[in-house]
């Protein structure tokens, strides 16, 4: 059986919606594929009262795979949580357990930590993590506020500089929107290469999977993976 698709949600920063756009995606995935599994190999800020990012993914996941990674208490950059700990982040142990994952799936969402530039150590950022699982797609998410063209340009630039293929941008509805609300789209469609691929709007996971954009989406990414071998 070949290996399942990989597809890596990252973003401009933290707390910005990547989680729940990742268990949305999930959602809309199942309806194409029978085994969707999604999961966050390194976490910080996992507290006891804490319900864990890779615990909501998880929850919505169509087939589970054995938990794996680094998770840490401290809400800290995973490279200080890591110090911290004594519990250095290896990728060279991360990336043959990702694959592992994908033997078993039709599907593995991987969510990075906080954003793509984000240090995983003094040398290594979430950018070699993702050059190294080499996935199918990589969605870079942000939030549809002032300001985030700058954070998508320089992440983007940052990103061919480091090897890494940016194939979507998904931007997330503020809490608060601003006056560039609802135009960030467009101008980054004027100036980048990227595609925005789907507008997110506010809602739980399972409102947000029945919107036309993330359906759309899910319908899209399942036709260019049935297509390609």
């Keep these: 059986?070949?290996?399942?698709?990989?597809?890596?949600?990252?973003?401009?920063?933290?707390?910005?919606?990547?989680?729940?756009f990742s268990e949305a995606i999930l959602i809309v995935l199942a309806h194409h594929y029978a085994r969707v599994a999604g999961v966050k190999p390194i976490?910080?800020?996992?507290?006891?009262?804490?319900?864990s990012d890779a615990a909501r993914l998880e929850g919505v996941s169509s087939f589970h795979v054995k938990r794996f990674?680094?998770?840490?208490?401290?809400?800290?950059?995973?490279?200080?949580?890591?110090?911290?700990s004594d519990t250095p982040i290896r990728l060279d142990v991360l990336v043959p357990l990702i694959h592992?994952?994908?033997?078993?799936?039709?599907?593995?969402?991987?969510e990075l930590p906080g954003g793509?530039?984000?240090?995983?150590?003094?040398?290594?950022?979430?950018a070699d993590l993702a050059r190294a699982l080499d996935p199918d797609v990589t969605l870079l998410v942000a939030q549809d506020r002032l300001?985030?063209?700058?954070?998508?340009?320089?992440?983007?630039r940052a990103a061919s500089t480091a090897a890494v293929d940016l194939d979507g941008i998904v931007l997330i509805a503020p809490e608060r929107p601003?006056?560039?609300?609802?135009?960030?789209?467009?101008?980054?469609?004027?100036?980048?290469?990227?595609?925005?691929?789907?507008?997110?709007?506010?809602?739980?996971?399972?409102?947000l999977a029945?919107?036309?954009?993330?359906?759309?989406?899910?319908?899209?990414l399942s036709r260019a993976w049935r297509a390609s071998p």
């Design 147 to 156: 300001g985030v063209l700058h954070e998508v340009l320089s992440t983007h």
């Design 69 to 84: 990674g680094y998770v840490f208490a401290e809400p800290l950059s995973p490279h200080l949580a890591a110090r911290e």
């Design 116 to 126: 793509l530039f984000s240090p995983l150590s003094d040398t290594e950022v979430n």
């Design 210 to 220: 029945a919107q036309d954009e993330l359906v759309s989406l899910g319908e899209r």
């Design 178 to 207: 601003d006056p560039s609300t609802g135009l960030n789209a467009g101008e980054l469609g004027r100036i980048l290469e990227v595609p925005v691929v789907a507008l997110v709007g506010r809602g739980t996971p399972q409102e």
């Design 1 to 20: 059986m070949n290996a399942g698709r990989l597809l890596v949600v990252s973003g401009t920063g933290t707390g910005i919606g990547k989680t729940h």
């Design 100 to 110: 592992a994952a994908r033997a078993d799936a039709d599907v593995i969402l991987v």
């Design 43 to 51: 976490e910080t800020g996992v507290g006891e009262a804490t319900v």
